[in-house]
Nanobody
């Protein structure tokens, strides 16, 4: 059984930082890709960043390039999303998603096979 579990969401002030974690279990294929998405209240879910498991190839949404960094730990089987200089507009539920046999990061929800439950990030004064 494949499972993704997000953690690390919190309430922070503007300019603060958070690191989200995505623990992956039950994956047996060699190629895998992780994507991070977010959904703000009343908004559509949007791509944030992603990484491939073997080569660590990365992709970022335009709004994330200067402030966010995606990484992974192969031993812990965990992907991370480091978020710096957080803004109120970053407030959303953040999800990680997995794609089996993924050799590149995909930017659309439909490409992914498994999803975590999400973790809430709130940025406010």
């Amino acid at each position: 059984q494949e499972q993704l579990v997000e953690s690390g969401g919190d309430s922070v002030q503007p300019g603060g930082s958070l690191r989200l974690s995505c623990a992956v279990s039950g994956v047996t294929v060699d190629s895998y890709a992780i994507g991070w998405f977010r959904q703000a209240p009343g908004k559509e879910r949007e791509f944030v960043a992603g990484i491939t498991w073997t080569k660590s190839e990365q992709q970022y949404a335009d709004f994330a390039k200067a402030r966010f960094t995606v990484s992974k730990d192969n031993v812990k089987k965990t992907a991370y999303l480091q978020m710096n200089s957080l803004k109120p507009e970053d407030t959303a539920v953040y999800y990680c998603a997995g794609k089996e046999w993924g050799t590149q990061v995909h930017l659309t929800e439909g490409a992914y096979d498994y999803w975590g439950q999400g973790t809430q990030v709130t940025v406010s004064s």
